[in-house]
């Protein structure tokens, strides 16, 4: 009788691969909380130009956001990568700390009693964010996803 190889990982592959994973979470969490700072800035400034209409904290929140999710999303895939080959999944299933993030500090906004005034910033910073987001996964499936066919 013949023994087959097992098919799949081994155990020490898997807690290899939960270890990048980690690391990799990390990074990327450090890389986007640095680049979520000029993220918030540049979104202030490109609102109204640096000239404070009362939104400055909407915005800048946005900004920092959207930037946050791309460098996370592209830094998480990229060392990732480094480890082994990855699939689309890798960095969409990477967005969803970052979209899980926007909804906690949208659900704290909606206690907020000028939240109607605020609904059309934070309207448009899930379009932004969604924007930033899925822009990381194409980028990161032009450089690092393995290629079907």
């Known amino acids: 009788m013949k023994f087959m ?24 969490l450090a890389s986007a909380l640095v680049a979520s700072v000029p993220g918030g800035v540049l979104g202030i400034y490109l609102y109204d130009r640096g000239m404070s209409k009362g939104n400055d904290i909407a915005v800048g929140m946005i900004g920092a956001l959207a930037a946050g999710t791309f460098v996370f999303v592209t830094v998480f895939a990229w060392l990732n990568n480094k480890h082994h080959k990855i699939g689309w999944r890798t960095p969409a299933i990477a967005l969803i700390p970052c979209f899980a993030l926007a909804a906690a500090l949208t659900w704290l906004e909606r206690m907020d009693p ?33 290629r079907s066919g």
């Open 5 to 28: 190889k097992p098919v799949g990982e081994t155990p020490g592959q898997i807690r290899d691969t939960i270890t990048v994973a980690l690391v990799a979470s990390m990074v990327a």
């Open 114 to 146: 000028d939240y109607p005034y605020y609904s059309d910033f934070v309207f448009a910073g899930w379009v932004v964010i969604l924007v930033c987001g899925l822009l990381a996964v194409y980028v990161c499936s032009r450089f690092a996803t393995r």
